[in-house]
């Protein structure tokens, strides 16, 4: 690839659809991300009206690119499991309704006769963080991200382990091992896994961060349900480096603001369960913030051509 180049990534979540220009000045340079704009996705309102708004705002940053000659392609992280093989939509939950079979790579290729690459929302967080983030030169990696849900990624010999459908790294629904929830790892560790379990226990119905402040202050529930969370992911994180054997784990998204709490159970059951040679792996924070996955679709796009 022949420097300075620039591809268009774009992160589509259930909220909104945030586009920028990645833009390469040299070899061994980190990228910088410009011209970032974003739009509501208005999930509800099907899944062809949000391919149609993905397509508005990738022209949209495209007619602002000062250099459009060197314009190598399209990436985009995308909610929703997708296919390895076409970049469609093989899968999407309520949040996105109508999106499932979306053919996303098919469409913008169309609008726009460049090459496309699509990869699952959390991956592509997962792929900056290892190029150019908490993790950059690591070649094995677990990367998770408990927020509202569960989502991970995997970086193996330095690209994204995206397995034989392109589903890879859905740490979600590994089982858990405290007996709570509905045996998923993601109903005791995510965000509204905690809030579920507060409310089991509790009968009251509170959002993550009024929980957390609950536990500071205190409340012997709300101290449990985030401890639970952490443990939940300390265990299933020694299993995966039994694995993998990782040079590294990263940890992203809000349940990481629930502070000491969280990642003190964390780092105990991890070290409880894992074998003495990996007990001292380090976990670390992401450090891209919001522009992870943009980073990572401009990244996998980049591996894409090189395939």
Same mark, same amino acid.
């Given at each position: 690839?022949e420097y300075?180049f620039?591809?268009i990534?774009?992160?589509?979540?259930?909220?909104k659809?945030?586009c920028a220009?990645?833009?390469?000045?040299?070899?061994g340079?980190?990228?910088?991300v410009?011209?970032?704009r974003?739009?509501?996705?208005c999930?509800?309102?099907g899944?062809? *009206?949000?391919?149609?708004?993905?397509?508005?705002?990738?022209?949209?940053?495209?007619?602002?690119l000062?250099?459009?000659a060197?314009?190598?392609?399209?990436?985009?992280?995308?909610?929703?499991?997708v296919?390895?093989r076409?970049?469609?939509?093989a899968y999407?939950?309520?949040?996105?309704?109508?999106?499932?079979?979306?053919?996303?790579a098919?469409?913008?290729?169309?609008?726009f006769?460049l090459?496309?690459?699509?990869?699952?929302?959390v991956?592509?967080?997962?792929?900056g963080? $290892?190029?150019?983030?908490?993790?950059?030169? !690591?070649?094995t990696?677990i990367?998770m991200?408990?927020?509202t849900?569960l989502?991970?990624?995997?970086?193996?010999g330095?690209?994204?382990?995206?397995?034989?459908?392109?589903?890879?790294?859905?740490?979600? !629904?590994?089982p858990?091992?405290?007996?709570?929830?509905?045996?998923?790892?993601?109903s005791?560790?995510a965000?509204s896994g905690i809030?579920?379990r507060?409310?089991?226990?509790?009968?009251?119905h509170?959002?993550g961060?009024?929980?957390? *402040?609950?536990?500071?202050?205190?409340?012997?529930?709300?101290?449990?349900?985030?401890?639970?969370?952490g443990? $939940?992911?300390?265990?299933?994180?020694?299993?995966?480096?039994?694995?993998? @054997?990782?040079?590294m $784990?990263?940890?992203s998204?809000?349940?990481?603001?629930?502070?000491?709490?969280?990642? @003190?159970?964390?780092h105990? *059951?991890?070290?409880?369960? !894992?074998p003495?040679?990996?007990?001292?792996?380090?976990v670390l924070?992401?450090s891209?913030?919001?522009a !992870?996955?943009l980073v990572? $679709?401009?990244e996998?796009l980049?591996?894409?051509?090189e395939?």
């Open positions: 690839m300075p620039s591809v990534a774009v992160d589509v979540g259930g909220t659809i945030a220009a990645v833009r390469y000045e040299s070899a340079e980190p990228p910088v410009e011209g970032k974003s739009v509501a996705t999930a509800q309102e899944g062809e *009206a949000v391919l149609e708004r993905i397509v508005g705002i990738v022209a949209d940053v495209r007619a602002s000062a250099d459009q060197h314009l190598v392609g399209i990436g985009v992280g995308t909610a929703g499991r296919d390895a076409d970049g469609s939509i999407a939950n309520e949040i996105m309704p109508g999106w499932t079979g979306r053919p996303v098919e469409r913008l290729k169309a609008a006769g090459p496309v690459a699509v990869l699952g929302d991956q592509s967080h997962a792929l963080e $290892a190029r150019w983030g908490a993790a950059r030169g !690591a070649q990696c990367v991200a408990p927020g849900g989502g991970g990624g995997i970086i193996a330095g690209r994204i382990l995206r397995g034989a459908h392109g589903f890879a790294g859905e740490i979600g !629904a590994t858990n091992t405290l007996h709570a929830g509905d045996g998923n790892l993601e005791v560790a965000g809030e579920a507060y409310e089991a226990a509790t009968g009251t509170l959002g961060a009024e929980i957390s *402040a609950r536990a500071y202050e205190g409340d012997p529930a709300a101290r449990e349900a985030i401890e639970n969370a443990r $939940a992911l300390g265990i299933a994180l020694a299993g995966w480096a039994n694995m993998l @054997d990782p040079e $784990a990263v940890v998204g809000s349940v990481v603001k629930a502070g000491p709490i969280w990642r @003190d159970a964390l105990a *059951a991890y070290v409880e369960h !894992a003495g040679v990996l007990a001292e792996l380090p924070d992401a891209l913030g919001d !992870a996955p990572g $679709a401009a996998n980049l591996d894409s051509l395939g």
